[in-house]
């Protein structure tokens, strides 16, 4: 059964830092390309970035209100992906989640699936 | 950055109903468009992908079309287990942007 858990959301004080894990399973983690979307409290889904499979150039996309704070990153010798959250704001509270990225083919339509059960982080003084 | 526009952004019906949801994105995607079904306190379920494509053991009440700008989710005869929030996603260019969501609630 494929599975994504999600760890390592917390409390922290505005500016501070917080790593988050996304174990994986049941599926070739070295060759997936990864996703971090993320929902604030009562708010719709948007979507955090992004990393290639090292095969794939390993490289990271973000989105625009993260980029220069958050690095994603990944061990496929531990089937993990990370998302370290530095210079965090009030308005990165949010439950984050880690989702695959699927693709049939090179150049055709990607998707989500599946998706972690979430971390909550909360950015308060 | 392609913005995506749902609507209606909230919709209520009753069992047995024939649901449409519209996405419409700011420039063409071609078929570069996915739809997702969430649960309060879930995370998001995969439902349909590139515009039209049932995922597996999706039922087959749910279906998408469109193409370019336009597309749509309907549902041909709501259940009760279909009450939640359905998202749409474009893939076709970086960022990956969703719709703000439409939550279908029951009559």
């Known amino acids: 059964e494929v599975q994504l858990v999600e760890s390592g959301g917390g409390l922290v004080k505005p500016g501070g830092s917080l790593r988050l894990s996304c174990a994986a399973s049941?599926?070739?983690?070295?060759?997936?390309?990864m996703s971090w979307v993320r929902q604030a409290p009562g708010k719709g889904l948007e979507w955090v970035g992004r990393?290639?499979?090292?095969?794939?150039?390993?490289?990271?996309d973000y989105a625009a209100p993260v980029k220069g704070r958050f690095t994603i990153s990944r061990d496929d010798s531990k089937n993990t992906l990370y998302l370290q959250m530095n210079s965090l704001k009030t308005e990165d509270t949010a439950v984050y989640y880690c989702?695959?990225?699927?693709?049939?083919?090179?150049?055709?339509?990607?998707?989500?699936?599946?998706w972690g059960q979430g971390t909550l982080v909360t950015v308060s003084s | 950055d392609i913005q995506m526009t749902q609507s209606p952004s909230s919709l209520s019906a009753s069992v047995g109903d024939r649901v449409t949801i519209t996405c419409r994105a700011s420039?063409?995607?071609?078929?570069?468009l996915n739809w997702y079904q969430q649960k309060p306190g879930k995370a998001p379920k995969l439902l349909i992908y590139?515009?039209?494509s049932l995922q597996s053991g999706v039922p087959s009440r749910f279906s998408g079309s469109g193409s370019g700008t336009d597309f749509t989710l309907t549902i041909s005869s709501l259940q009760p287990e279909d009450f939640a929030t359905y998202y749409c996603?474009?893939?076709?260019?970086?960022?990956?942007?969703f719709g703000q969501g439409t939550r279908l609630e029951i009559k």
């Open positions: 989702t695959t990225i699927v693709r049939a083919a090179a150049g055709t339509n990607p998707w989500f699936d599946p």
């Open positions: 049941g599926f070739t983690f070295s060759n997936a390309w």
């Open positions: 990393i290639k499979s090292k095969t794939d150039g390993g490289t990271t």
């Open positions: 420039q063409s995607i071609s078929s570069y």
């Open positions: 590139a515009a039209s």
């Open positions: 996603q474009q893939s076709y260019s970086t960022p990956v942007t």
